[in-house]
């Protein structure tokens, strides 16, 4: 069976924009200020983007931003009233008295559409001697890509040299009727390259990928029973490989994929569950020797179709809800990045189905590497 995420369908990037920030200190000698202290790097991944005075740009798959500040010296006597306007014709105003040293939450908003959004904060003091800066941030909002196979997230193109992730396998419901033969898949799985393809403008129209190396867990609803079964693939270059290991729904996945030079790859999983508890290897040469050009956490119901001609391509099968843990990855330059952590780049939502239609709600990465997916298309009794 060939998992492959070549040419997703729709593939459509959208940019959106916005926040701001806003400093205030006293006009004294006693250095009084309210400002913010955290750092100036954007933040990372598809968690919410908090903005401070120093983060003057942040991008997310996440449609929640908040802007704080922070109290310094001697603000005591001093009333700051903050106006945020959001870009989308949202707007807010927090009043402040005599602030406490620390972060203070000004405000938050949730966009309800990717788009460029400009947000502004204007700062006014009304009691005391101290002294208000108005500030401007902006804010991406990075749209999912939906797709008719596939969801979680694809790292942007660069230059990939491994990837992993930790996840319990999910119990299907497969006492449901799934067209057209009573089967259905979800398939979980981890990978390196693969990724090309969709409209032009788009993250990946231009990508010359490399070979899709991928490992996980196969996992199927066959006329009413869930069998699972470990696998590894190469797209191209050979069909599913299966290691002959046993797999229960609640055991605990732990999976890799190393690139390690000159086109030689590595394949690692193990099941940490107390019930089975084993641990498998394999290698795979590509005539590629590029390091990956994407990194990949997913979900897909399968692609028999591939192996088999005018075989159907699978139903996904309700899975319920699956988390994915200490999801990262490596470059050159560094090693074991945490997804959605400080250092990580910013990855693509996929998401199976329409935006009228999801079939998966795909969570927001936190900064330890985690997100989960949900099932949600509509099931039928038999």
Avoid at 350 to 357: A, E, K, L, S, Y
Wanted: hydrophobic share 35%; with cysteine.
């Amino acid at each position: 069976m060939k998992m492959l995420i070549r040419r997703p369908r729709s593939l459509l990037l959208v940019a959106a924009l916005a926040v701001t920030a806003a400093t205030c200190s006293l006009s004294t000698a006693n250095a009084a200020s309210f400002a913010s202290a955290a750092s100036s790097e954007q933040a990372a991944s598809s968690t919410p983007c908090n903005f401070v005075e120093s983060l003057q740009a942040c991008e997310s798959t996440d449609p929640n931003a908040a802007y704080y500040d922070s109290a310094s010296g001697d603000t005591s006597h001093c009333t700051f009233v903050f106006d945020v306007t959001w870009g989308d014709g949202g707007k807010i105003t927090r009043t402040l008295t005599d602030p406490t040293a620390g972060h203070h939450l000004v405000g938050d908003h949730t966009y309800k559409a990717p788009g460029v959004y400009a947000i502004t904060v204007t700062v006014m003091v009304t009691a005391g001697t101290c002294t208000g800066t108005d500030s401007v941030h902006t804010f991406t909002l990075l749209a999912p890509i939906y797709n008719d196979h596939y969801s979680g997230y694809v790292t942007p193109p660069g230059a990939y040299k491994s990837v992993s992730a930790v996840w319990t396998v999910p119990h299907l419901h497969c006492l449901f009727a799934y067209p057209p033969y009573g089967y259905a898949g979800a398939h979980q799985w981890i990978g390196l390259g693969g990724v090309s393809g969709g409209p032009p403008g788009s993250e990946y129209a231009d990508v010359n990928a490399t070979p899709l190396l991928q490992d996980g867990i196969v996992s199927l609803c066959r006329l009413g029973i869930q069998t699972n079964q470990p696998f590894w693939e190469a797209v191209p270059g050979n069909t599913a490989q299966y290691f002959s290991k046993k797999v229960q729904a609640g055991d605990q996945i732990r999976a890799s994929v190393t690139y390690k030079g000159g086109g030689k790859y590595e394949m690692d999983l193990a099941d940490t569950s107390k019930t089975h508890g084993w641990t498998a290897h394999a290698h795979y040469t590509a005539v590629d020797t590029r390091e990956g050009t994407t990194a990949e956490w997913i979900i897909e119901p399968g692609r028999p179709s591939l192996q088999l001609p005018g075989f159907p391509n699978l139903t996904l099968a309700d899975f319920g809800k699956v988390t994915l843990h200490g999801a990262s990855y490596s470059t050159d330059a560094h090693h074991g990045i945490i997804l959605g952590g400080r250092y990580s780049v910013t990855p693509v939502k996929f998401i199976q189905g329409t935006p009228r239609n999801p079939a998966v709600y795909v969570s927001p990465v936190n900064p330890g590497g985690e997100f989960y997916m949900n099932y949600l298309t509509k099931r039928h009794i038999k």
